[in-house]
């Protein structure tokens, strides 16, 4: 069994698409509207913007932490938690061992929660 899909509540379809579109740097796969339904491709996994869909808490990988979070506040997006160690990666469980986990938390443009993920080395 394999994640096919995360919806995320839009109440502005053109907004909340602008902010993704801007977030992962990429395109909607498909925009459907009627009925109001916008898709993007995490990596395989599709993100649906959609008004009917609960809020959801989503984690994006990144490259670079503090650059991104940099370039959101820069475009005015709040940021709720700056870049900080979540937890250690001991051995491969979770994440390649070695490594520490970091995370930062962004609101989107609709209100909803946003984790951003780095896997680092550790210092």
Excluded: C, K
Excluded at 59 to 73: C, G, H, I, P, S
């Amino acid at each position: 069994m394999g994640l096919v899909q995360i919806a995320q509540h839009a109440d502005d379809l053109g907004r909340a698409t602008a902010f993704y579109r801007d977030l992962l740097g990429a395109e909607p796969l498909a925009t459907y509207d009627p009925p109001g339904l916008v898709f993007f491709d995490l990596d395989g996994v599709r993100l649906l913007l959609d008004a009917g869909a609960p809020s959801a808490l989503h984690y994006l990988q990144v490259d670079d932490l503090e650059a991104t979070v940099a370039r959101l506040r820069t475009a005015g997006v709040e940021v709720r938690s700056e870049p900080h160690v979540i937890f250690g990666h001991d051995d491969d469980t979770l994440g390649p061992a070695g490594t520490d986990e970091w995370m930062a938390f962004v609101v989107d443009s609709e209100g909803n929660l946003v984790g951003l993920v780095e896997q680092r080395p550790r210092a």
